[in-house]
């Protein structure tokens, strides 16, 4: 979004609040009232103009910069959700703290021996094992996860497999990860059945850059991974893949220093503005504050603080708190396994009742196209009222039964908690997600904004109404 | 470009060779007969139709990879032109060989210690120096190349001075590189003087992405460098930035294991179509064969060796060689110094006044949009020509005075060789060049084919004419 789009966004907004809202001023069953409307459009356009959201995901970036879960640089970054929520004025500020398994990286080191010495651009999938030793080894090629399922036992003995696959698919929705992640996810089982001394797949990611894309694995069984396991580059995986197609023989040397360390402690970090009228009702959103260590964390998730920390503050600038509590939390160990999204919904698991409606900023920081909602009958109708004032900043209404209000809402929304989901575009948030690139230059502080005003009007009209959600 | 633009461009080439070709037929004076201007043509829609320019640049990148100047990777790559010329059938195909001083990049690590640690995605530059062991220093921020000029002799003792600089202006022409390629080439210059332990600098490069640049320093008066000197991707520079502008302290560790390594072998592979009527006379088209070690040298200049030696097949399957000699010189250690076109200037001293032109494509893959000369007034009014029959793959005619051929011709136009140059548009090239992001897939083969098909066209008809360039 360009700055004069966002001018041409808030005369959109000003003509909306003088004209299509009076003329439904008249009808008594209306969800909001036409107070409550024009609050909400004054939120978006205070927020189309506000730099507040792109301030903190800056000030996240760069003060602390990468925060792996369970580390060091996560607990400064909890420290800092601290001060944060305090300098903003929210009525309540706190961390809860639960233990994790610490994963570390470590050193990698992967370089093409055969036929001719290359550095690969490559890093460790999270979960990974340490090589006890150097590995030098010739490469065995999968066109994708099927061969390498295919692959029989101990057939592997000495070699190193490698999983090529199709490059992930872009869209608007992101649904090619899925389906790219499972040779990152489980690729592993396969080669430790067939005795691999290690695995190497192709990025998950749809970035052309030669960045390896991170994550976590998927258990197998109870246990992680015993061996090696490693992600290069788009661009490395296709010279991988012509060698392989011109019968060349691929051999590799690779070490890695990955391991898991043990328990260590994270936590969430709770903001609350408390209600005016129903303190015990709570409208929950939130981000995850743990990133990845490869880059700074700028889009995964550092935008999902922004975004949602601003959106919070700007309501507690109105005259009057809403009737409900706000709550924002910055979920720890997101990227880990949810684990603060676990701990919060068992902590909470007594008083999930009170919670209204729970949504995450998980997808980057390009522009919400459509809101989603898994609610009961009458707030479906609320939240129709409210996709149409979020119409003007470019928002159309989506299914009213979709779950699933981002990552770390999934362990409270299976317990009861009704969600919501503003969906942002998500077609280059996997160029950058997980990788070296997640830097904050990626960001632009116009979509940014429409993000926060969306959140800001949003939030404002459920918390301010008396709606109940449950299904 | 895309496939239906080819069709485009095919299409406006038949249209061409009906009528404004024969429109001009009855023209004595014409430099080009209507023969040779149909041929021309036919040439550039054959050329827009061929892969194998493409193909050249991909079996260059795949079968040979990231090729040093002096390295063994080099030498595999003069060999591999040796065979390409043979197999396409060159009249005669044959190694020059010089000796060059051996720069070798080895392994760098780059670590921000504080304010917290952070890896740096960084690269050696070419000439710098080991660091005889860690070095752990604090780091003084300079603006740019004048603010470090400015500091006094000896005011670094025990510090890394990190120079940042405004990231480089992008433009079609590549106008921005010089001016942002100071600090690489002379800021260890004025480090050293003022007795820094190393320099860091902002990549020269456009680049957003989180790639350092890499490239050669330039000498202090008889001398390399005698400190590790890196660059830093652009993202990180802003990092830097942003935290010293925060008032933080930053502080690093370095070590580098970069350092000459005394003299070995270089080459360059020559390529002759050999004239059917004045075989003594040259038209010498090149690039450079090897490459930056972090990529594997695509757009540079992986993509010249493809462009110039398709363009010159398709004219060695006319049914008649020109009348003049066609040379395509693939240069070797281009990137250290032009030490390939130096060498090159040399051994042939005394034959160059039969060099009818020179010139290089060593700017990328993108389209051609401009050409420009350096040549007598009557071969003046010959380029002139020619750019009209390019007109239609959306060529224009610059200059007429303008000097430089491309780097390699730059030894041998100083003794007197006439130039021409066929303009790429660089606007994304030095988001690439120098960089670990240089790779087959960010060439688009329509693009690279216009190349082909303009060198094919200009060089035929130069060889093909009786005009002399000389100045």
Known sequence: ????????????????????????????????????????????????????????????????????????????????????????????????????????????????????????????????????????????????????????????????????????????TGAGYGQANQRRRIGYHHAERAGAEALIVRSVGSSS?????????????????????????????????????????????????????????????????????????????????????????????????????????LISRLPKRPKRTIRVVMFGAEEVGLLGGFAYAEKHADNLHNHVVATESDFGAQTIWQLVSNVNEEATVLIDEIAKILSPIGIVRGGSDVPGGGPDIIPMQQKGVPTIRLNQNGRDYFDLHHTPDDTLDKINPDELAQNVAAYAATIYLIADSDVNMKQ
């Open 209 to 313: 850059h030669r960045f390896a894309h991170t994550g976590m694995m998927s258990k197998n069984g109870d246990n992680w991974a015993t061996i090696p396991v490693v992600a290069i580059s788009n661009p490395d995986a296709d010279q991988f893949r012509r060698l392989h197609n011109l019968g060349e023989s691929l051999s590799v040397s690779l070490s890695s220093e990955s391991k898991w360390k043990g328990d260590v402690s994270s936590g969430n970090v709770i903001l609350d503005l408390i209600g005016s009228e129903k303190p015990e009702e709570i409208v929950l959103i939130g981000a995850h504050i743990d990133s990845w260590d490869n880059g700074t964390g700028a889009v995964d998730d550092g935008a999902g603080i922004g975004i949602t920390v601003a959106a919070a503050t």
């Open 1 to 172: 979004m360009s700055f004069s789009h966002r001018l041409v966004l808030s005369i959109a907004l000003s003509v909306l609040s003088f004209s299509s809202l009076s003329q439904q001023s008249a009808a008594q069953q209306a969800p909001f009232t036409q107070e409550q409307k024009e609050t909400a459009t004054q939120l978006m356009e205070t927020a189309l103009k506000s730099e507040l959201g792109f301030d903190i995901v800056e000030s996240l970036t760069t003060e602390i910069g990468p925060r792996l879960a369970g580390s060091e640089a996560e607990k400064r970054a909890l420290e800092w959700g601290v001060e944060l929520g305090k300098e903003l004025g929210f009525d309540k500020v706190s961390i809860e703290e639960f233990t994790m398994p610490f994963w570390d990286r470590g050193h990698l080191h992967l370089l093409m021996n055969t036929p001719y010495k290359q550095e690969l651009h490559a890093t460790a999938l999270g979960g990974a094992a340490t090589s006890e030793k150097e590995i030098e080894a010739s490469v065995v090629y999968f066109r994708d996860i099927h061969a390498l399922a295919a692959a029989k036992d101990g057939s592997l003995k000495g070699k190193v497999a490698f999983v090529d696959g199709d490059k992930m698919v872009k869209s608007q």
